[in-house]
């Protein structure tokens, strides 16, 4: 095995990694959000990754995710709402106003 050999398998080492990484930051999105919404009565309809960017945060290199979600507070309308994630953590969450029921 040489220099190249060794560099192309830390090269796809790390893809996989990061891979697995952002699997399972959705799926924590995923449990936040239904905890989120049963705290809030809400009713969870589905999860949506829009973006997944590298991010250098207090000397750290970490995802930075934001998800769309789909909610409804009444069970006949649905509102969009966002989350933003660095690594596990929850930057913010923001729901549009909604009809209460």
């Given at each position: 095995?040489?220099?190249?050999?060794?560099?192309?398998?830390?090269?796809?080492?790390?893809?996989?990694?990061?891979?697995?990484?952002?699997?399972?930051?959705?799926?924590?999105?995923?449990?936040?959000?239904?905890?989120?919404?049963d705290k809030h009565h809400l009713q969870l309809i589905?999860?949506?990754?829009?973006?997944?960017?590298?991010?250098?945060?207090?000397?750290?290199?970490?995802?930075?995710?934001?998800?769309?979600?789909?909610?409804?507070?009444?069970?006949?309308?649905?509102?969009?709402?966002?989350?933003?994630?660095?690594?596990?953590?929850?930057?913010?969450?923001?729901?549009?106003?909604?009809?209460?029921?």
């Amino acid at each position: 095995m040489n220099l190249f050999d060794l560099c192309v398998l830390l090269c796809i080492s790390f893809i996989i990694f990061q891979f697995w990484r952002i699997r399972s930051i959705s799926e924590m999105t995923k449990r936040y959000l239904a905890a989120y919404c049963d705290k809030h009565h809400l009713q969870l309809i589905s999860v949506a990754r829009k973006k997944s960017s590298l991010n250098f945060s207090s000397g750290k290199m970490d995802w930075r995710t934001i998800y769309y979600f789909e909610f409804s507070s009444n069970g006949e309308d649905a509102y969009v709402g966002e989350v933003e994630l660095i690594g596990n953590k929850v930057f913010r969450t923001h729901l549009p106003a909604y009809k209460i029921s």
